[in-house]
């Protein structure tokens, strides 16, 4: 699943443990330790970058620097749909920009669907993927443990102007809440699952993914309806695979029919070939 560059973000160049991008009007510089190759573009342009982030260690915490004057907040857009991009404090921009190969797979997928199908996004952070679902036609529940990313969840579905589509907001621990859920006889035709390595829910609790993940999808594989459509599965740990995801997906879901796929999510730089794999990924598609 390859994400090439479109109007507010391109991957300009890479190399040499880094990685230059465009995000709109401001072009950043960032740690990628699996760019192992060199850099195509001279130092100068990358000299004249208006963000650099300079890891701290190797859990993606670090501090910002900028050419001039920082700002907390800048509109970008993929489609129709509106998000702010943002400085966070642990390198990330408050989205992932190879995911838009994800949001075009989950846009065809629930526009060719009737009536109005039910999408849970769980670790749905700054929610440009629930608002691709409601954008199509979906009624979603976007869950996420960190207050503070709903919140900006909130705002990017105003810039979106999609404050009236049937979105949920829940600020919760992703396992609790379908625990509940599953008790509740939920359904849902759509699942989307984008785990973090590690994390913390609003009271305390831990999530750990090789740990926690298999009982999480069996628990979704329970909220699944009859007429369910897809279950998709993100992870970026890097001692995952998309060949263990997909028989996590294999296993939970036998009996149901349909197929899983899995693969690599990866950036292509703009004006090149090159690319550099960021997560792994499992769907299964009834």
């Given at each position: 699943m390859?994400?090439?560059?479109w109007?507010?973000?391109?991957l300009l160049?890479s190399?040499?443990g880094?990685?230059?991008?465009?995000?709109g009007?401001f072009?950043?510089?960032?740690?990628?330790?699996?760019?192992l190759?060199?850099?195509r573009l001279?130092?100068?342009?990358?000299e004249?970058?208006d963000?650099?982030?300079?890891?701290?260690?190797?859990?993606?915490?670090?501090?910002?620097?900028?050419s001039?004057?920082?700002?907390?907040?800048?509109?970008?857009a993929?489609g129709?749909?509106?998000?702010n991009?943002?400085?966070?404090a642990f390198?990330?921009?408050a989205?992932f920009?190879e995911?838009?190969?994800?949001w075009?797979w989950?846009e065809?997928?629930l526009?060719?669907?009737?009536?109005?199908?039910?999408?849970?996004?769980?670790?749905g952070?700054?929610?440009v993927?629930?608002l691709v679902?409601?954008?199509?036609g979906?009624?979603?529940t976007?869950?996420?443990a960190s207050?503070?990313a709903?919140?900006?969840?909130?705002?990017?579905?105003a810039?979106s102007g999609?404050?009236?589509r049937?979105?949920?907001?829940i600020?919760?621990?992703?396992?609790?809440?379908v625990q509940?859920e599953?008790?509740?006889g939920s359904r849902?035709?759509?699942i989307?699952?984008?785990?973090?390595?590690?994390?913390?829910?609003?009271t305390?609790e831990?999530?750990r993914?090789?740990?926690?993940l298999?009982e999480?999808?069996a628990?979704c594989?329970?909220?699944?309806?009859?007429?369910a459509?897809?279950?998709i599965?993100?992870?970026?740990?890097?001692?995952?695979?998309?060949?263990?995801?997909?028989?996590?997906?294999?296993d939970?879901?036998?009996?149901?029919?349909?197929?899983?796929?899995?693969g690599?999510?990866a950036?292509?730089?703009?004006?090149?070939e090159r690319?550099?794999?960021?997560?792994?990924?499992?769907?299964?598609?009834?």
């Amino acid at each position: 699943m390859r994400t090439r560059a479109w109007s507010d973000y391109a991957l300009l160049d890479s190399g040499g443990g880094r990685k230059l991008e465009r995000y709109g009007r401001f072009t950043v510089v960032r740690p990628e330790p699996q760019c192992l190759w060199s850099p195509r573009l001279p130092p100068s342009v990358w000299e004249q970058a208006d963000a650099v982030f300079d890891p701290a260690d190797e859990e993606d915490a670090g501090r910002w620097r900028f050419s001039g004057r920082p700002v907390e907040a800048w509109p970008l857009a993929w489609g129709d749909v509106r998000f702010n991009g943002r400085f966070t404090a642990f390198r990330h921009l408050a989205f992932f920009p190879e995911q838009a190969a994800n949001w075009a797979w989950l846009e065809g997928r629930l526009r060719g669907l009737t009536d109005t199908p039910k999408v849970l996004n769980l670790f749905g952070y700054t929610g440009v993927a629930s608002l691709v679902c409601a954008a199509a036609g979906a009624a979603v529940t976007h869950v996420d443990a960190s207050k503070k990313a709903i919140g900006w969840a909130r705002e990017n579905a105003a810039l979106s102007g999609l404050e009236d589509r049937p979105i949920r907001w829940i600020c919760e621990d992703a396992r609790r809440y379908v625990q509940r859920e599953a008790r509740r006889g939920s359904r849902y035709e759509g699942i989307i699952l984008d785990p973090p390595k590690y994390g913390r829910g609003p009271t305390g609790e831990v999530w750990r993914l090789f740990e926690d993940l298999p009982e999480l999808s069996a628990l979704c594989a329970e909220l699944l309806s009859e007429r369910a459509s897809f279950l998709i599965l993100n992870a970026y740990a890097a001692r995952i695979s998309g060949a263990a995801l997909a028989g996590l997906l294999a296993d939970r879901l036998n009996g149901r029919g349909g197929a899983v796929e899995w693969g690599e999510l990866a950036l292509v730089e703009d004006g090149g070939e090159r690319e550099i794999g960021l997560s792994f990924f499992a769907r299964w598609t009834a």
